[in-house]
């Protein structure tokens, strides 16, 4: 990242501008105390590009496997015996949650 005064940004925007396009993170100072940055397209995108909603995920899943999920046949995912909770573990999470 390179360091650049406000002053010396108005006289030589373009380039910086250019400076950051190859990739290259420009940092404005005031009285040597940053204040902006300048940064390329693809680095903003990149950092600032809004993130799917957990909805939007859901929905590409279930269009990605449309197929499988429209299939009669398919029971769903088999969970082994021994990762379902035992008895007692029901039993203790049951006095947790007041559900006796």
């Keep these: ?6 002053y010396d940004a108005r006289n030589n925007f373009s380039a910086l501008v250019k400076l950051a396009e190859s990739g290259e993170s420009v940092e404005l100072t005031r009285h040597d105390k940053p204040v902006a940055v300048i940064i390329s397209w693809e680095e903003y995108e990149k ?3 809004p ?5 939007q995920r859901i929905m590409e899943t279930r269009a990605k496997y449309a197929d499988v999920l429209a299939d009669p046949t398919w029971k769903g995912l088999e ?3 021994d990762e379902y909770p035992d008895e ?8 947790i ?3 006796e």
């Design 47 to 49: 950092q600032f590009k």
């Design 79 to 81: 969970i082994p015996k």
């Design 51 to 55: 993130k799917k909603t957990f909805i």
């Design 97 to 99: 949650w007041g559900e």
């Design 88 to 95: 007692e573990y029901e039993k203790k999470n049951a006095k």
């Design 1 to 6: 990242m390179c360091r650049r005064t406000i």
